[in-house]
Each structure stands twice: as structure tokens, then as C-alpha cells.
């Protein structure tokens, strides 16, 4: 299992370009979602997906779109790239979060490597 | 809405042993988790508590919940070099995850 993978690892963007971020999971989980990370503020959820055809909004979901045509994949789009989006992206995904999904204790989410993004 | 907030620095001695620190507002939380994040690496589960213990073992690491004054620690017993890292607590609010701010652990000889 290649387990979460995201691409790019780099980009950089110029103020008003659209990109999109990729992330696929291969252990068939259903729960997905995507953070970004600042220095000295943690991670915040930007969006989730609780399973295929199904996405929500999170803490910071401005200016970011997302999809959720397969289980495998969640890509985020940036639609009008601007400074402010200048952060790490992870994108993670789980059999469920906590007891929701009836499982015993915490399922383990799992984190991408991550994609640092630049926007001049 | 739900707040979670820990220390942003915390340093040691390495064979000392570590305590984080967290508090968290919303009095539902039925699972309490600890992550650690290596440097240029994603995030990964440490330990976890549910909300119905006071403690939790798992080799080195201990943690404590008083659901009383809505406070998690970490302990880290003999911190090693390798432990340096940052290390985030995160509640449950519905079906999202909400992140601290994380506590960079620096660890010095």
C-alpha cells in the first residue's frame, strides 16, 4: 500500500493563477479531508468527505473547491490563487473519525507527506 | 465554536521527561488524540484517550484527561533526541478533527 499520496511536493503560483492539488488513498477508507498548516496556528480543516459524491466545508473553506467523484481520489482546487493560500497543504484520510463509524477506540488518520505552496 | 489550545515551545534535557500540555472547550469530546509531526513529514497518531478514562498508558508515553477542567497531557518519560518534534492534540467535534496549535519539543544533550 502506497498508503496517502499528494502532488506535487512544490509549487509555486503567481497571485490570481488556479491549480490543483492532488490526493489519492489506496485503503479503500471513506473519510477524507484536507487541512492546511501555518506557523503558530496548527492545522485547520479547510474541507471533508465523508464518503464518494459527498463534501463539506470545514474551518477555512474560502477560495478552495473540492470533489469527490471516487473513494481513491480528493483533489482541492485553488481557484484564483492568492498570498493568503501560501501554507502546507495535508490531505489525510480514515475508516471514520473516533467512534462515529462504531469501530473500537480512534481509527488511525492517516497524513500525506504534505504540499508547500507558494503564492507570489 | 470549539477551541483547542496548547503551548507553541517546550524544551528539555534529554533522559528528563517531557510534559504537554492541552485544553480543550467542548464538554461532548468523546476521543482525545495525540499527534506527532516530524520535520518536513505529515502527521502521525501517537496515542489517543476516550473520554470515559483518567489515564492511559502506552510504553514512555502517559496520558491524563480531567474532564472536569477540560485538560489532556502528554507525558514523555526518558525524552529522547529523537522525540524532538511537534506534537499536536486534537478533539472530536461532531465528525471533524479541530488541531491545537502544536508544541514544538525541542530536545538538547
Not at chain 2, 15 to 29: A, K, L, M
Not at chain 2, 46 to 68: C, E, G, P, W
Request: charged share 20%.
Amino acid at each position: 500500500n502506497a498508503g496517502v499520496t499528494q502532488t506535487p511536493k512544490f509549487q509555486v503560483l503567481k497571485t490570481g493563477q488556479s491549480m490543483t492539488l492532488q490526493c489519492a488513498q489506496d485503503m479503500n477508507h471513506e473519510y477524507m479531508s484536507w487541512y492546511r498548516q501555518d506557523p503558530g496556528m496548527g492545522l485547520r480543516l479547510i474541507h471533508y468527505s465523508v464518503g464518494a459524491g459527498i463534501t463539506d466545508q470545514g474551518e477555512v473553506p474560502n477560495g478552495y473547491n473540492v470533489s469527490r467523484s471516487t473513494t481513491e481520489d480528493f483533489p482541492l482546487r485553488l481557484l484564483s490563487a492568492a498570498p493568503s493560500q501560501t501554507s502546507v497543504y495535508f490531505c489525510a484520510s480514515s475508516n471514520s473519525i473516533g467512534g462515529l463509524g462504531g469501530r473500537k477506540g480512534a481509527d488511525t488518520q492517516y497524513f500525506g507527506p504534505g504540499t508547500r505552496l507558494t503564492v507570489l | 465554536g470549539e477551541d483547542v489550545e496548547q503551548s507553541l515551545f517546550l524544551s528539555v534535557r534529554e533522559g528528563d521527561s517531557s510534559v504537554i500540555n492541552c485544553t480543550y472547550t467542548d464538554s461532548s469530546s468523546t476521543y482525545l488524540y495525540w499527534y506527532k509531526q516530524e520535520p518536513g513529514a505529515g502527521l502521525q497518531l501517537l496515542t489517543y484517550i476516550f473520554s470515559n478514562m483518567d489515564m492511559k498508558q502506552d510504553q514512555r508515553l502517559t496520558v491524563l484527561l480531567n474532564k472536569k477542567d477540560k485538560h489532556l497531557s502528554l507525558r514523555i518519560a526518558d525524552t529522547q533526541t529523537g522525540d524532538s518534534a511537534i506534537y499536536f492534540c486534537a478533539d472530536i467535534n461532531t465528525d471533524k478533527l479541530i488541531f491545537g496549535t502544536g508544541t514544538r519539543l525541542q530536545v538538547f544533550p
